[in-house]
């Protein structure tokens, strides 16, 4: 089964510092990888899908990179704001189209 | 605008009552996902369906029921036998096919009275 560690759990910011937040999978083998956004007592936005044949996927201020050979996958937040502050989740798809996630990385932005 | 609606936001369940929570969506997809989310869990998967009339058991089905009528609509029963219920519960769909990317409602918390 695919393990998806998100580290750290929670962290803090001054606003305007760049984010940098890391998802490690087990099986390297994986089809793509997809970032999502959580706010409190809120269901999941999706925010990049990055497709196993990519290094990068951006989105505006947001850029995820992925290294399969080394089973990580790292999101990128340039420039914080306040409005940034969220959980943000990896999940990667495995088996009869599951999808396994991380426990997610709590964000606080500091204005 | 399509997207995923469940209901109730907020739901209670007195001790041995069975409990049903709404998942409708107007995506047009085939599949469907009922997930719980615990704090320092992440999410956990109950049931899912990829084609209607059919569906199978996640990872924690026990004291759960699901059933799939109808293409948009995948709705959840907790039952008395689910001891700990307390948490908040997450609707998903997606087109068929491996990989294919998923999309959340908004979520029901459900609390013991």
């Known amino acids: 089964k695919q393990e998806v560690t998100q580290i750290p759990a929670a962290l803090s910011v001054p606003e305007g510092e760049n984010l940098v937040l890391n998802c490690s999978f087990t099986?390297?083998?994986?089809?793509?990888l997809q970032w999502f956004r959580q706010d409190p007592g809120k269901g999941l936005t999706s925010l990049l899908l990055?497709?196993?044949?990519?290094r990068e996927q951006t989105s505006g201020r947001l850029n995820a990179s992925l290294d399969k050979s080394s089973g990580r996958s790292t999101l990128y937040i340039a420039a914080s704001q306040p409005g940034d502050s969220a959980t943000y989740l990896c999940?990667?798809?495995?088996?009869?189209?599951?999808?396994?996630f991380g426990k997610g990385n709590q964000v606080v932005v500091i204005p | 605008d399509g997207g995923i609606t469940q209901s109730p936001k907020y739901l209670f369940r007195k001790e041995g009552q069975n409990v049903t929570l709404s998942c409708e969506q107007n995506?047009?997809?085939?599949?469907m996902y009922w997930y719980r989310q615990d704090p320092g869990q992440g999410l956990r998967l109950i049931y899912y369906?990829?084609?209607?009339?059919?569906?199978q058991k996640g990872d924690i089905a026990e004291g759960y029921s699901v059933s799939r009528e109808k293409k948009e609509s995948f709705p959840l029963t907790v039952t008395s036998a689910q001891k700990n219920p307390t948490a908040f519960y997450l609707c998903?769909?997606?087109?068929?096919?491996?990989?294919?990317?998923?999309?959340f409602g908004d979520g029901t918390r459900l609390s013991i009275l």
């Open positions: 369906s990829q084609i209607v009339n059919d569906f």
């Open positions: 999940a990667v798809p495995y088996g009869n189209n599951r999808l396994a």
């Open positions: 995506l047009n997809h085939d599949a």
């Open positions: 990055i497709q196993s044949s990519q």
């Open positions: 998903a769909s997606s087109p068929q096919g491996f990989g294919q990317p998923q999309h």
């Open positions: 099986d390297s083998a994986i089809y793509n």
